[in-house]
């Protein structure tokens, strides 16, 4: 049955405020079915309190042999983190 | 000082649940996909849950010592009164789910009336237990739908399931003597209400599911007075092998 049937990734969010995070995927003939089997298989330990689930096949991924030309470029461009602030005393959580 | 009616009652809503869970659990590591092993198992456990909650609140009636361990492991096929249904094998998977359907429409609006019991401990068990159940009606209901209006070969075995099952649905709605004296105090829940609010279920989703229920049904009873079928020693040579090869064996 799984050769028939599409994959799915899940998204679970684990509380109010977080955002959604990936925890793996699994097989379902629709996204409703893919609904109810990831409550099944990844929410039995309270893990979550929300479910998005895509299709696998309508996610789009970057090629790893663009490696060199999307992200080598960003090695030396240091001034691009935030970190030539001064920053006050009573600034906390930076 | 024990309520007779009461003890009666509450291993019966016991059995029940014990004997679909263990029904249930007995697809562990056997499912037809990895998603549905686990949540059939996660329905087993549920069930299994319910069970635990009953047999205790049943031990606490009686006392003697009694704990809910003696319950399911300790009493004869004679002295189990869940309905028959809950004891039909599992099949395929059609099977399976025709079994759990019919179970759940009976099991959550029985539930949600239980959880208004005017016995305390009743009414937590209800409320408790409800949203399990909610879940389960949903899981079984959308799978009728599916594999009933899905390939020629699922909706014929769903079919076959409907025409096999069919005959143990109605006990499920036959009060037993206890029963009926505990409804006039409210502690039981009245069963003619139940059944009209399962049925409305069943032919909703017998409907979507483009199956037909059978015309004439005979209606097989027994369970609640310990008249079961032969599947019934089966479950408990399996259920009870530890203690009854070891007994009082504790681990």
Redesign the interface.
């Known amino acids: ?2 050769k028939n ?1 599409p994959l799915y990734e899940i998204f679970i969010r684990s509380k109010n405020g977080l955002h959604h995070k990936h925890v793996g995927s ?4 629709d996204p ?2 893919a609904i ?2 990831a ?3 990844y929410t ?1 330990r309270q893990e979550g309190i929300s479910i998005w689930v895509i299709e696998s096949k309508d996610i789009t991924a970057s090629n790893p042999e663009d490696s060199d030309a999307f992200y080598a470029p960003a090695e030396d461009k240091v001034y691009r983190h935030p970190t030539f602030y001064d920053l006050p005393d009573e600034v906390k959580h930076m | 000082m024990k309520n007779n009616d009461l003890f009666k009652y509450t291993l019966q809503l016991a059995d029940d649940v014990m004997i679909l869970g263990h029904r249930l659990s007995e697809w562990t590591g056997h499912g ?4 549905q092993d ?2 059939l198992s ?1 329905i087993a456990l549920d069930l299994i849950g319910e069970a635990r909650n009953l047999y205790q609140y049943a031990a606490k009636q009686e006392g003697n010592g009694k704990t809910e361990d003696d319950y399911p492991y300790k009493r004869d096929v004679l002295q189990w009164t869940n309905a028959l249904i809950v004891e039909q094998k599992n099949g395929d998977f059609a099977q399976t789910i025709v079994r759990q359907f019919l179970f759940d429409c009976y099991h959550y609006y029985h539930l949600e009336a239980l959880s208004k019991s005017t016995d305390e401990q009743m009414a937590f068990i209800g409320a408790k237990s409800v949203k399990e159940a909610r ?1 389960h009606l ?2 079984s209901a ?1 799978w009728m739908v ?1 594999l009933g209006d899905g390939t020629e070969e699922s909706h014929a075995r769903m079919q076959q399931a409907i025409e096999d099952k069919m005959h143990y649905f109605e006990e499920l709605f036959i009060p037993t003597a206890a029963e009926s004296r505990l409804v006039e105090s409210g502690v039981a829940v009245d069963l003619a209400p139940i059944r009209v609010k399962a049925y409305a279920k069943l032919n909703e989703v017998i409907k979507e599911s483009t199956l037909k229920l059978p015309e004439d049904i005979y209606t097989q009873q027994g369970g609640r007075n310990g008249v079961h079928t032969e599947h019934f020693g089966y479950i408990l040579a399996e259920l009870q092998y530890m203690q009854k090869s070891y007994p009082n064996m504790q681990w």
């Open positions: 049955m799984n049937l699994l097989h379902a003939s409703q079915m109810m089997n409550r099944d298989v039995r | 037809p996909v990895l998603e686990i949540a996660n879940y949903q899981y959308e599916r």
